[in-house]
């Protein structure tokens, strides 16, 4: 699991949720399973989303400040507005898994 956002890359959480969501690898049979890997993969998405949160307050604030290189700190803030985007893409994603497990568990839509 990771401690932060800077895992996020092509050998991290993205890729890792990708495989998860295949039916050839770790996607269960069992509704109950499925849902709770989505459980525990959100808990770690949200984390990391709270984390990358505080790190855009960090690269805002470097950019209000007077002696800031402000190519670099735009380029900053940018890469940091695309992991969000992801963070926030995956967790569509799961969501429309867990309402898929859902329909095949036979509960009720609320």
Do not use: C
């Amino acid at each position: 699991m990771l401690a932060s956002t800077e895992g996020i890359r092509a050998g991290g959480v993205i890729e890792e949720a990708w495989h998860a969501g295949t039916p050839d690898e770790g996607r269960e049979a069992d509704p109950f399973g499925r849902l709770v890997r989505l459980m525990k993969t959100n808990e770690r998405l949200f984390a990391d989303l709270k984390a990358l949160d505080a790190k855009v307050g960090q690269a805002k604030s470097y950019l209000l400040a007077p002696d800031s290189h402000l190519p670099l700190a735009l380029a900053n803030l940018a890469r940091l507005k695309s992991k969000h985007s992801g963070l926030l893409a995956l967790l569509r994603a799961n969501r429309i898994e867990a309402l898929d497990a859902l329909d095949e568990a036979g509960a009720p839509r609320i």
